[in-house]
């Protein structure tokens, strides 16, 4: 078992892990550290090779890992693909944090970017969910639903009831696209006013969103599925300058979960 997260007993543990109904990919827990550097180098390869993203200087991980010192409080949800079609690559991972791990870790990731006083009474039901991403090769959609599938077991195991993160829109283009789709989104997605956080370091969307037309801004993929489910946009996005990404806090209650989606994460 990882560091700090030895109160997941092995029948809770077991209880989260679903195989996905793919012949060809398997969902799992990381439980040594292992597996932890393969989640890391996979995210290592897209947020800091593909995505541009700068390497923390902590010295937590390899070279070749990305990793920060909220990984030792978390789990990782690692998709593998089979023995025997390659030897347990890992394809896809998601960073998640219970309440107990963040009140270890001094509050959850996301708090480093914005103000969550609003939304302190959802804190001991909320997952935070972080560090998504998928080998190229697999993004056609079918590591993400077997992700989803086993968040959903993972939060009925441990009763828990909300989902919160940041969703990342890069700042190729000095941030027009992130502003303009919070543009667009803050008149169909926006969460209500007592759930709305305020970004630390906000990025200044009343400026930037004029230049590029909503209406042709592309959701991001993940984004788009997430409202598709039911999520909600809990207010401006911060800037990440490591990533060089604008954050957008969103969150997700089961109790929002659209009919369509609802099977993707709980089954039938």
Aim: charged share 20%; aromatic share 6%; with cysteine.
């Amino acid at each position: 078992m990882l560091p700090h997260s030895n109160d997941i007993t092995g029948d809770r543990l077991a209880s989260a892990l679903v195989e996905h109904d793919s012949t060809d990919i398997v969902a799992t827990w990381a439980s040594d550290t292992s597996d932890l550097r393969a989640a890391q180098r996979l995210r290592h390869d897209v947020f800091v090779k593909e995505m541009g993203a700068t390497p923390a200087r902590n010295g937590l991980g390899n070279h070749d890992c990305e990793s920060d010192r909220f990984d030792a409080f978390c789990d990782h949800l690692l998709i593998k693909t089979k023995p025997d079609r390659e030897p347990g690559q890992v394809i896809g991972t998601y960073r998640v944090m219970r309440p107990a791990q963040a009140l270890r870790a001094g509050g959850f990731y996301s708090d480093t970017e914005f103000d969550l006083t609003p939304i302190a009474a959802l804190r001991s039901g909320a997952l935070e969910l972080g560090r998504t991403c998928v080998h190229p090769a697999w993004r056609n959609g079918t590591v993400i639903m077997a992700m989803w599938r086993a968040l959903g077991s993972y939060m009925l195991a441990h009763q828990l009831d909300t989902m919160i993160g940041c969703a990342s829109i890069s700042l190729a283009d000095q941030g027009y696209a992130a502003a303009s789709l919070r543009e667009r989104l803050r008149h169909t997605h926006l969460a209500a006013p007592h759930w709305q956080v305020h970004p630390r370091d906000a990025l200044p969307v009343d400026d930037l969103a004029g230049h590029a037309p909503a209406e042709k801004v592309t959701i991001p993929p993940l984004i788009k599925g997430y409202l598709r489910c039911g999520a909600r946009v809990l207010g401006p996005p911060a800037r990440d300058l490591v990533f060089n990404t604008a954050d957008l806090p969103m969150m997700l209650r089961f109790g929002d979960l659209s009919a369509r989606y609802r099977n993707h994460f709980l089954g039938r």
